[in-house]
Structure formats: C-alpha cells, structure tokens
C-alpha cells in the first residue's frame, strides 16, 4: 500500500500565512517608527536642555563678575555720574575700584569699564541677523581696564527680555523705556541695578533667553 501525501497547500493555510506576515511587517513598521520617534525626542530635548544651561551659565557669570567688580568701586568714581534723565538707566558704565586700604586713605586704581557694543560680524538696529548666529542685532559685553579689553558675554539681547525696542513704552513693566539687554541702573542711595537678557541657538534654530537682574550697594 503506497501512501501518498498531499502537497499542495491548504487554501484557507496559506491566506492565513500572508495575513500574519502582513501583519508582523506592519508590526515591526510601527515599533521602528516608535524607536525613531523616541530618539528624536530624547536627543531634541537632550538638546534643548543644554543649550538651556549653557545660555544660563553665561548670564549669570556675566551678572556675578559685572557686581563683583562694581561693588569694589567709589561711588564718586561712577559715570555717567548723573543718572540720564528721566530713567537713570546706561548700558555702558565707567568706575575706579578701591584697590589699597591699608592706609587711611582710601586709593583708587585705574578706570575700568563696561561697554554694550554689536556682537562680532553684527550691525545694530538693521533688524538682520549680519553674522547668521540665528540672533538678530545681539550685544556683546566687554570689560576694559588700563591696557586689556576682554569680552565677557556674547549673545546678549538687543532689548531686555519683554521689551519692545523704539516704541517709547515700558513694555515689561519694569520702569525702563525701551532699555537694552544689558542695562545699569542707579539710584539715589549708593545702589545700582543690574539686568541682562542672554540668549543662545541650538542645532535647530530654537532660541532660549535667560534674564537675571541683581543690585549692588556702592560705598561713597
Ligand atoms: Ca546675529
Ligand atoms: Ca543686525
Ligand atoms: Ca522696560
Ligand atoms: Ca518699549
């Protein structure tokens, strides 16, 4: 007796097998795409969260060696001497700090200063970004003493963070009229107010802006 095997495939098994197949390829479509999408995510905010550092390392390194310096400075040595009319706010500010009080005398050392100017590559006020950092009309600050000028801070804001520059409105309600990203403030009392705006680029063109803002009282 020869027993013969039928090899031909059951109809009903084989439609069976191209829905699996479809179905296990569509399965392993989405979970790519899932796996994709994740890392993306995870790299876009890894991203985001460094440029979110780095911009706030650099505003507030600016603000301490920017109150440090001042706070070691004579009153009497400050200029603009008269705080502008009607704000009593400057971006660039000229000291002499107090370097020898071994003696009765107090001594001052040489001027300093700081100075708000166009960042490297950048025109002011043109509304371009000139040197294509993806930030329009930025500021840097700089620090001047007897023989050295350094920059301290690329990046700072063309108006303070909230400000709308040229309209004669306090737009951030913080008293200033159209003031800059970087401002000085003085006051009656021996006291200056710093504010900066600092701000920073990723890879995909997101912006971030931090804003840091400290007084320091000056002995006369
Ligand atoms: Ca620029
Ligand atoms: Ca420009
Ligand atoms: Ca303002
Ligand atoms: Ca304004």
Redesign the pocket.
């Known amino acids: 007796m020869i027993l013969r095997h039928d090899r031909t495939p059951h109809p009903s098994r084989a439609g069976l097998g191209i829905i699996e197949l479809s179905l296990a390829i569509t399965l392993l479509t989405i979970l790519m795409l899932a796996i994709t999408m994740t890392t993306r995510t995870a790299s876009t905010s890894y991203s985001q969260s460094a440029l979110i550092e780095s911009v706030e390392v650099r505003a507030y390194r600016l603000i301490d060696f920017l109150s440090e310096k001042i706070s070691q400075a004579t009153w009497a040595s400050l200029e603009p001497s008269i705080a502008p009319a009607p704000l009593g706010s400057f971006n660039n500010i000229r000291y002499r700090r107090i370097v020898d009080t071994a003696g009765m005398a107090v001594a001052e050392g040489d001027a300093e200063t700081f100075n708000l100017v166009p960042?490297d590559?950048?025109i002011d006020g043109d509304g371009?970004?000139?040197?294509?950092?993806?930030?329009?009309?930025?500021y840097m600050a700089t620090w001047s003493s007897a023989n050295k000028t350094v920059v301290l801070a690329r990046g700072i804001r063309n108006r303070l963070e909230g400000e709308i520059g040229g309209n004669l409105l306090d737009d951030n309600g913080n008293g200033l009229q159209d003031e800059a990203g970087l401002v000085f403030v003085r006051d009656d009392n021996n006291l200056i107010t710093i504010r900066v705006s600092v701000q920073g680029t990723d890879s995909e063109g997101r912006i971030q802006t931090k804003t840091v803002e400290t007084s320091v009282h000056i002995r006369n």
């Open positions: 960042q590559g950048e371009i970004d000139n040197n294509g950092n993806g930030l329009i009309d930025e």
